[in-house]
């Protein structure tokens, strides 16, 4: 929005006739008198406010030849008329803007543009501190802890609702708390069995490689990753002799007598049928189909 200055005065003149002229409407002798030339026509000053003068946008009365005139776009006021809006400080020697057919000083036109505070409600004017969220903005001093009433400012906040929140008073209020460290997680935590961890707390208790979104195992209350598991924790299978991990192809396990099979790998010594889910005979630490058992 740009300041304006008026224009310059009107297009008449006024002046004393030394010349024999009558007023063009009146018909009155001007000689000695004053009189007022407009539009190549010359008239008495009586005449010229009543059919000639300009009416003042402000007091709706006519603009006396005698009076100081201000113009701008085609509208017109008295000098003393020309006043801002909102302050009604004088601009007819002043800059000034133009806005919805109003006429207000740089000042008021500041304010009146300017966007308001949410906490104060009071403009914020260039050069103050502010904190802009969502399309609202607040002074920085203004923008508070709705819990602790602490200045927040530009650190960092929480939001709830309408409301905002200091780190100190979220974690207090809202924040889960990490069932590893107890301490209150912010942001990025994960849930197991419906209990909350930071990222960081929830890894393999053997090499602390970190466990989301990966596959692990839990063994009484303990995480381990695929590779610690199966070189520390797992079973080793009877027949394979390799771990029993519950992870892919043989996630299925027969156990008999404290030994454990992948359910591929648990088949007759003999005949090598796979026994899984079927009947078995176990016969010197080896397991036989029923009818391999009989020629023994």
Same mark, same amino acid.
């Given at each position: 929005?740009?300041?304006?200055?008026? !224009?310059?005065?009107?297009?008449?003149?006024?002046?004393?006739?030394?010349?024999?002229?009558?007023?063009?409407?009146?018909?009155?002798?001007?000689? $000695?008198?004053?009189?007022?030339?407009?539009?190549?026509?010359?008239?008495?000053?009586?005449?010229?406010?009543?059919?000639?003068?300009?009416?003042?946008?402000?007091?709706?009365?006519?603009?006396?030849?005698?009076?100081?005139?201000?113009?701008?776009?085609?509208?017109? @006021?008295?000098?003393?008329?020309?006043?801002?809006?909102?302050?009604?400080?004088? %601009?007819?020697?002043?800059?000034?803007?133009?806005?919805?057919?109003?006429?207000?000083?740089?000042?008021?036109?500041?304010?009146?543009?300017?966007?308001?505070?949410?906490?104060?409600?009071?403009?914020?004017?260039?050069?103050?501190?502010?904190?802009?969220?969502?399309?609202?903005?607040?002074?920085?001093?203004?923008?508070?802890?709705?819990?602790?009433?602490?200045?927040?400012?530009?650190?960092?906040?929480?939001?709830?609702?309408?409301?905002?929140?200091?780190?100190?008073?979220?974690?207090?209020?809202?924040?889960?708390?990490? &069932?590893?460290?107890?301490?209150?997680?912010?942001?990025?935590?994960?849930?197991?069995?419906?209990?909350? @961890?930071?990222?960081?707390?929830?890894?393999? &208790?053997?090499? !602390?490689?970190?466990?989301?979104?990966?596959?692990?195992?839990?063994?009484?209350?303990?995480?381990?990753?695929?590779?610690?598991?199966?070189?520390?924790?797992?079973?080793?299978?009877?027949?394979?002799?390799?771990?029993?991990? $519950?992870?892919?192809?043989?996630? !299925?396990?027969?156990?008999?007598?404290?030994?454990? @099979?992948?359910?591929?790998?648990?088949?007759?010594?003999?005949? !090598?049928?796979?026994?899984?889910?079927?009947?078995?005979?176990?016969?010197?630490?080896?397991?036989?189909?029923?009818?391999?058992?009989?020629? %023994?």
């Amino acid at each position: 929005m740009a300041s304006h200055r008026h !224009s310059g005065p009107s297009s008449y003149k006024v002046g004393t006739m030394t010349e024999k002229f009558d007023c063009h409407y009146c018909r009155d002798n001007l000689q $000695g008198k004053k009189y007022v030339q407009k539009d190549g026509h010359h008239c008495c000053l009586k005449c010229f406010d009543k059919f000639c003068a300009n009416t003042c946008v402000d007091c709706r009365k006519p603009i006396g030849a005698d009076s100081k005139e201000v113009h701008y776009k085609n509208r017109y @006021w008295h000098d003393t008329c020309f006043r801002c809006a909102k302050c009604l400080h004088p %601009l007819a020697n002043e800059t000034f803007v133009a806005k919805d057919n109003k006429i207000f000083c740089n000042k008021c036109t500041t304010r009146e543009d300017n966007p308001k505070c949410k906490g104060c409600f009071k403009p914020i004017v260039a050069g103050d501190q502010n904190v802009e969220y969502k399309k609202t903005v607040w002074h920085k001093d203004c923008f508070t802890c709705s819990n602790c009433k602490q200045v927040i400012g530009t650190g960092s906040f929480f939001p709830k609702g309408e409301d905002f929140y200091c780190v100190t008073c979220h974690e207090t209020k809202f924040a889960k708390h990490c &069932v590893k460290c107890n301490k209150a997680i912010t942001s990025g935590g994960i849930t197991y069995q419906d209990q909350p @961890w930071h990222a960081e707390c929830f890894v393999c &208790v053997t090499c !602390s490689k970190k466990l989301a979104g990966q596959r692990f195992t839990a063994v009484e209350d303990q995480y381990y990753c695929v590779d610690c598991y199966k070189n520390f924790v797992a079973k080793k299978c009877a027949g394979c002799k390799n771990p029993i991990t $519950g992870f892919g192809k043989g996630s !299925s396990v027969v156990a008999y007598e404290g030994q454990s @099979w992948h359910d591929y790998c648990f088949h007759c010594k003999k005949c !090598s049928m796979n026994l899984a889910n079927k009947r078995f005979v176990f016969h010197q630490e080896q397991v036989y189909c029923p009818d391999c058992a009989k020629k %023994l």
